[in-house]
């Protein structure tokens, strides 16, 4: 299994724009889908967004879709989520998956999971 530490998160007002990172450690991360999930307060987990180990395929949740972007470098173990156009209801803890498997859209799926950042959209 891959260590998983995410970073970006922050407070932007609507219409803006965040990065989030997502550093991996402790195994071969190339071989790994990579996938962001977010939990608002109240809420269940949810996708987001997930890339396969080569990057050459990328999947989307309907509300993120045209807004979000994943991408990947493998020679710097790191996965990205580029958050455009943001709305207040983007706001929640969002997290960084990891599993050995096609696209990762199911959080039962995950085999790794970072420690959250949390993303707050103002109005």
């Not at 007002?13 to 962001?36: D, I, K, P, V």
């Not at 879709?65 to 709305?87: C, E, G, P, W």
């Not at 706001?91 to 199911?106: G, H, I, N, P, S």
């Not at 959080?107 to 959250?116: A, K, P």
């Amino acid at each position: 299994q891959v260590h998983l530490v995410e970073s970006g998160g922050g407070l932007v007002q609507a219409g803006g724009s965040l990065r989030l990172s997502c550093a991996a450690s402790g195994g071969s991360f190339s071989l790994y889908t990579m996938a962001w999930f977010r939990q608002a307060p109240g809420k269940e987990r949810e996708f987001a967004a997930t890339i396969t180990w080569s990057g050459t395929s990328t999947y989307y949740a309907d509300s993120v879709k045209d807004r979000f972007t994943i991408s990947r470098d493998n020679a710097k173990n790191t996965v990205y989520l580029q958050m455009n156009s943001l709305k207040p209801e983007d706001t929640a803890v969002y997290y960084c998956a990891a599993a050995r498997t096609y696209l990762l859209t199911y959080r039962g799926s995950v085999t790794s999971w970072g420690q959250g950042t949390q993303v707050t959209v103002s109005p």
